[in-house]
């Protein structure tokens, strides 16, 4: 009997439902935390060039509002990406909290 081919995908996503380290975990949310919040930092800034831009450029305002728009919806993205990354870092200290304790018990 033939084989059945295999597929292969673009990404491949590792199921790991293991033990993880709770404080690379914390790391790593506190790394994507701070990514998220100079993402918002930038769009925001960007948005500022576009508005400026749409009051020193009168011929072209309307594309320049069209780009501070989505530059003003890219920074709320990224700070709610920034605020979820937040609360993920807060359960994984929990998390460490929770391990160092149950250590120390025994």
């Known amino acids: ?3 059945e081919p295999k597929h ?3 990404f491949h996503h590792k199921e790991d439902d293991g ?3 709770p404080e690379k ?3 790593h949310h506190k ?3 701070l990514l998220g919040e100079a993402g918002a930092v930038a769009a925001g800034v960007y948005a ?3 508005k400026h831009q749409a009051k020193k450029d009168p ?3 309307h594309q320049h509002k069209i780009g501070e728009e989505i530059a003003a919806t890219a920074a709320v993205g990224a700070g709610g990406f920034a605020f979820h990354e937040h609360h993920q870092k807060k359960e994984a200290k929990h998390e460490l909290k ?3 304790q149950h250590r120390q018990d025994y």
Do not use: F, Q, V
Request: aromatic letters at 0%; hydrophobic letters at 25%.
């Open 19 to 21: 033990p993880k380290d």
């Open 8 to 10: 292969h995908h673009l």
């Open 98 to 100: 929770e391990e160092r």
């Open 25 to 27: 975990e914390m790391k």
């Open 1 to 3: 009997m033939a084989e």
């Open 31 to 33: 790394h994507l935390e």
């Open 59 to 61: 011929e072209h305002s």
């Open 48 to 50: 500022l060039h576009e």
